[in-house]
């Protein structure tokens, strides 16, 4: 299999390293790059409390508008996940309160 060069690379994947909840602004400035962002890795460093971590997810939502997939590692929104109902209608009723803490 063919193996993408690192100029490859680069047109369809970027690493960035910031502060998003620190720098909010830079987030609003690469919601305009082109193509748009459409997955976010977010490293949070280390075991963030639970409103950080909503607050980050809220963040990439308002500013980011084509995302279609966010990975955060947090034990603590893991936790919570784990008490979510099951039914679709159920669970978006659940993460829309559970947002709203």
Not at 43 to 66: C, W
Request: glycine share 2%.
């Amino acid at each position: 299999s063919a193996r993408l060069k690192e100029a490859e690379l680069t047109d369809v994947a970027r690493s960035l390293r910031f502060d998003m909840l620190a720098h909010p602004e830079l987030l609003r400035i690469l919601a305009g790059c082109s193509p748009p962002f459409t997955v976010v890795f977010a490293d949070i460093g280390g075991n963030r409390e639970l409103t950080h971590v909503l607050e980050l997810l809220q963040l990439l939502s308002s500013t980011m508008p084509h995302l279609r997939y966010v990975a955060v590692k947090s034990e603590a929104l893991a936790s919570e996940l784990q008490k979510a109902p099951v039914n679709l209608q159920e669970y978006i009723k659940w993460w829309e309160e559970f947002c709203h803490h």
